[in-house]
């Protein structure tokens, strides 16, 4: 009976425990503010997401530094860069991980030969957040996870700070860049033509426009021939990309 009750109790405690961690513990949503926070960081202290009003910023989460997904994560990012800076996105790296553990990674980093390639000079910021404030805000620890360390987290946040694409990968998975990539132009093509792109879509392909909203009005469509407009049913047209 004694070993009952302190089994019981120790139960009821581990329960107290999670729930609480639960509770502080909140995803926003799509469409939503990205919630604002002040951190530090390898390029010193920061304001995300306002630092930087009029671009898209990509926040991604990740478990812990000189770990080998990690790392080969953080190398992808820093080669493909440029990329990211053209398309006006602004790249934000987080963990619970110390500053001076940062540091020393970034400097690690950018010394790799990976894939028999010349690693690139990291650019953008790797924030510290040792307190978990920024974790718990963007829910970033499963504690089915783990407590202390991020999932493999990705945010895409507009040039108006509203979420557009939230994404959690498995911390023993690397995560595909170039994936991330055409996301965010596919986000950029449909904000910017109110357009919608199909499976698989690649820039450059064609996009889909919204449907009509009866079949009549696909028939007015039918009827006016226009040569950058097909369709496969009435419900289902797309737009040409590629003139």
């Known amino acids: 009976m004694k070993k009952f009750i302190i089994l019981a109790i120790s139960l009821f405690m581990s329960f107290n425990a999670y729930s609480q ?21 390898t390029q010193g202290e920061i304001t995300f997401p306002p630092d930087n009003i009029n671009k898209w910023k990509i926040l991604f989460s990740h478990p812990a530094d000189f770990t080998p997904v990690c790392t080969s994560e953080i190398w992808e990012l820093a080669s493909m860069q440029n990329d990211f800076s053209e398309l006006n996105a602004k790249i934000y790296v987080i963990s619970t991980d110390g500053l001076n553990s940062h540091i020393q990674w970034v400097k690690s980093i950018e010394s790799i030969e990976y894939k028999n390639n010349k690693p690139s000079k990291i650019k953008f910021p790797l924030i510290s ?48 860049i ?10 950029q093509e449909t904000n910017s033509h109110r357009t919608l792109t199909p499976v698989n879509w690649k820039q450059g ?25 097909y369709s496969y049913t009435w419900y289902m047209w797309f737009k040409k990309m590629n003139k």
């Open 21 to 41: 961690l639960n509770t502080d513990i909140r995803v926003p949503l799509l469409g939503e503010k990205a919630p604002s926070f002040k951190a530090i960081s």
């Open 205 to 229: 392909d064609d996009v889909l426009i919204h449907s009509p909203a009866s079949i009549e009005e696909s028939d007015k469509m039918i009827t006016n021939n226009d040569p950058d407009y």
């Open 178 to 187: 170039d994936e991330i990539k055409r996301v965010l132009v596919a986000l």
């Open 129 to 176: 957040d040792s307190d978990l404030k920024v974790s718990k805000l963007y829910g970033m620890l499963h504690p089915y996870t783990s407590s202390t360390q991020n999932v493999r987290g990705i945010f895409i946040i507009d040039p108006d700070n509203y979420i557009r694409f939230i994404a959690f990968y498995p911390n023993n998975i690397g995560r595909n």
